[in-house]
Structure formats: structure tokens, C-alpha cells
């Protein structure tokens, strides 16, 4: 599956920006999706996932309350809504793609091109 992720933004704290990722092929709905992010001088890290029907998201306790994953099949596309944004969200944002739920939260098998989130104070 090939994925390609919107442009992130410029955001000011408390505020609010919704990344998509499209993904390519009929397969899309089988697969788990995923979100991590990259912040500067610092390793990816997970920040939430979706099972291939939506039933089951999961979320890093850093987000949670926050950001939402969810996705349209019929679209084949992911989503990651970001609100109450601070400045250590300040990354860059990759979507991925696993058919196994334990890779997808830790090494996904796709990922799809990096894209600039910033949340000035």
C-alpha cells in the first residue's frame, strides 16, 4: 500500500489542525493504520492507531484527549485530529500501515512521507 499524507501547518498553541493520509489499491481497508511523529534531536514515536474496521483506536497517554485517529474505508483514507495543540507537538508527522495491530503500533511495514507540524507558543 502506498500512502501520502496532506500538508501539516503553523498552529498556534490551543489550536486545532486535521492531518489525512490516502492510501492506494483495494487493500487499504485491511490494513491497520497508524500515526508517529518525529520531533527534532529526538527518536519517532508512536502516537495512535486504528484497526482495519475502526472499532479499535489506541492512543499515546501524551495525545490522549486531544487527537483523534480515525479513517473513512470508502475513501481510503486516515485522519489524526489534532486539538489543544502545544508546542512540544511541534514534529514531523508520518502515517503507516501494518496488517498485523502489534506492528503497526511499534514498526509499521509502510509509511508514507513525512509532513511539518509546528505549534508556536
Known amino acids: 500500500v502506498q500512502l501520502q499524507a496532506s500538508e501539516g501547518g503553523l498552529r498556534q498553541a490551543g489550536g486545532s489542525l486535521r492531518l489525512s493520509c490516502a492510501g492506494s489499491?483495494?487493500?487499504?481497508?485491511?490494513?491497520?493504520m497508524g500515526w508517529f511523529r518525529q520531533a527534532p534531536g529526538k527518536e519517532r514515536e508512536f502516537v495512535a492507531a486504528?484497526?482495519?474496521?475502526?472499532?479499535?483506536?489506541i492512543h499515546a497517554d501524551s495525545v490522549k484527549g486531544r487527537f483523534t485517529i480515525s479513517r473513512d474505508n470508502a475513501k481510503n483514507t486516515v485522519f489524526l485530529q489534532m486539538n489543544s495543540l502545544k508546542p512540544e507537538d511541534t514534529a514531523v508527522y508520518y502515517c503507516?500501515?501494518?496488517?498485523?495491530?502489534?506492528?503497526?503500533?511499534?514498526?509499521?511495514?509502510?509509511w508514507g512521507q513525512g509532513t511539518q507540524v509546528t505549534v508556536s507558543s
Open positions: 503507516a500501515a501494518d496488517s498485523s495491530w502489534a506492528g503497526v503500533t511499534k514498526t509499521p511495514r509502510y
Open positions: 489499491g483495494r487493500t487499504f481497508s485491511t490494513y491497520h
Open positions: 486504528i484497526s482495519w474496521s475502526g472499532s479499535s483506536t
